[in-house]
């Protein structure tokens, strides 16, 4: 998935997450700090919205339905992981990817997965700690193996 892609999936579904939320043309523009006209111009689907304005309203609409079964979970994981290229920050929380996420490997305590929609790479820990986040399938199967062999380590 690409910045391209994101920017225009989310672009076309801005009506329904607006009506998903019940706010007016008025205060969705107002909330996601852009005019009512472009508003109107995204919904109708005559511009496309900018980087900024997606990244916005994945933050402040994070719970939607609509952008979650789009994304495949968390809108903010996807968009974090296109911006950064790819996101490595030990111990932050997912729920342990039971709808969108397809098991890939597990060595130890760690499991690769990968999200059905999205098609990004995730690691987890027997918790659901989130471990990296990236798009680079080699990338995920190498810190694995890192990860593995670092608890390997430790237990001796």
Not at 106 to 133: A, P, T, V
């Amino acid at each position: 998935m690409s910045k391209e892609h994101i920017m225009e999936s989310v672009s076309s579904r801005f009506k329904v997450i607006r009506l998903e939320k019940g706010y007016s043309q008025d205060k969705m523009a107002k909330v996601l700090g852009i005019s009512k006209k472009t508003l109107v111009q995204i919904e109708k689907g005559r511009i496309l919205s900018g980087w900024t304005t997606i990244v916005a309203i994945c933050a402040l609409f994070r719970d939607s339905e609509v952008l979650q079964v789009l994304l495949g979970g968390d809108p903010m994981e996807v968009i974090e992981t296109i911006a950064h290229d790819g996101v490595e920050r030990p111990r932050s929380k997912s729920l342990g990817g039971r709808v969108w996420w397809k098991e890939i490997d597990k060595k130890g305590s760690f499991r690769l997965q990968q999200n059905m929609i999205s098609q990004h790479y995730r690691i987890l820990d027997e918790s659901n700690n989130r471990w990296l986040s990236t798009f680079e399938k080699e990338d995920a199967l190498r810190r694995l193996e890192e990860l593995f062999y670092g608890e390997s380590l430790s237990n001796e």
